[in-house]
């Protein structure tokens, strides 16, 4: 019987249609205790004795790979896989799966949480309430402001749609085009420069890759108009984060929004910590109940699919490996 480590701490030890798609193909799934992201130690005992995984945001390292020698799928519940090492992964011929089209909207759901806790002062009024006071200085309004999407994939348009219904006017930047959902929702795509320029509020919406690691610098930082706000629901690592730092405290930037951070939970010292003008939460973006079952579900199905022989076209980040890959 092959053997399936649950990575999620909401998965582990729990029902689900997940487990039920697993366990009916004749899976059995392993559930470290805790409720804890799995450590390297947690990984160095379980890894050795798996056949696939059903995978959160553990690091999954090319060292840690070679402890795997049964490994054949590493099934992410989300879209993202830099945690992964793909590289070591296609090298050993192990699949790497994404769930595309799971948890879009609740990223985007959290990108308004953020947007609102911001510009209508929601932490600050309940932090002052609680300590006696009542202010009530006037807030910002959405309506009327320009948001720039920095990235429209399928989050980019769920925030978009969004932004609408608050009658906001939206700009864009990609290098991939969607001519149609532009011209059906209004949305002007513009280069970099000019949606800083031009955006009341930035919101980041791009994959971490070498090209875009630290995109977000004391210079673009600069670039972006006085008194904007930015808000990350996509990874740490796009933002410099002492840069910001100095951008909110010199009060270049009105405020940011962060369910990401370059270390998670962050450092003590994180000089952003510090800021009143900062909102937090903890990568919470795309895993809400729905979106992680519907996860949880389709990294299952994928890794079923694959045992039988077939491939889940458009899951699966290492596609060359297709034509050959075998369990």
């Known amino acids: 019987m092959p053997n399936v480590l649950i990575g999620p701490t909401s998965l582990r030890g729990r029902p689900g249609p997940f487990r039920e798609i697993l366990e009916a193909a004749g899976f ?10 799995l450590t390297v130690a947690d990984l160095r005992a379980t890894l050795p004795e798996v056949d696939a995984m059903l995978a959160a945001g553990e690091r999954i390292t090319a060292e840690l790979l070679d402890l795997a020698p049964r490994l ?7 879209v993202g896989y830099d945690a992964v090492d793909v590289a070591a992964a296609t090298a050993r011929r192990i699949a790497v799966v994404i769930t595309p ?3 879009h909207e609740s990223v985007a759901e959290q990108t308004f949480a953020l947007m609102l806790a911001l510009t209508r002062g929601v932490v600050s009024n309940d932090t002052i309430i609680r300590a006696g006071g009542w202010s009530r200085a006037l807030v910002q309004p959405l309506r009327g402001k320009t948001l720039g999407l920095v990235g429209l994939g399928r989050i980019g348009r769920a925030v978009a749609t969004r932004a609408l219904a608050f009658g906001m006017r939206v700009v864009g930047h990609d290098t991939l085009a969607d001519a149609d959902f532009d011209a059906r929702h209004s949305i002007v795509r513009l280069d970099l420069d000019a949606l800083l320029a031009e955006s009341d509020v930035v919101s980041l919406h791009l994959p ?5 690691r630290g995109l977000f610098d004391r210079a673009t930082l600069a670039r972006m108009r006085p008194g904007s706000y930015l808000i990350n629901t996509a990874r740490g690592g796009l ?35 510090g800021l009143s003008n900062v909102v937090f939460s903890p990568h919470v973006g795309g895993i809400d109940v729905r979106a992680m ?12 699919t694959l045992s039988r022989g077939q491939w889940p076209a458009g899951c699966v980040v290492n596609d060359e490996l297709a034509a050959s890959w075998n369990w």
Do not use: F, K, W, Y
């Open 28 to 37: 059995r799934p392993i559930d470290p205790p805790g409720d804890q992201t």
């Open 72 to 78: 054949r799928v590493i099934a992410r519940t989300g």
């Open 239 to 273: 933002v410099v984060e002492a840069d910001l730092a100095e951008a909110l405290a010199s009060g270049h930037l009105a405020g940011a929004g962060l369910d990401v951070l370059n270390d998670e939970p962050p450092e003590p010292d994180n000089p952003l910590l």
């Open 101 to 103: 089209g799971t948890n």
């Open 208 to 212: 971490l890759t070498v090209q875009t």
């Open 293 to 304: 079952a519907d996860m949880a579900e389709m990294a299952a199905r994928c890794i079923v």
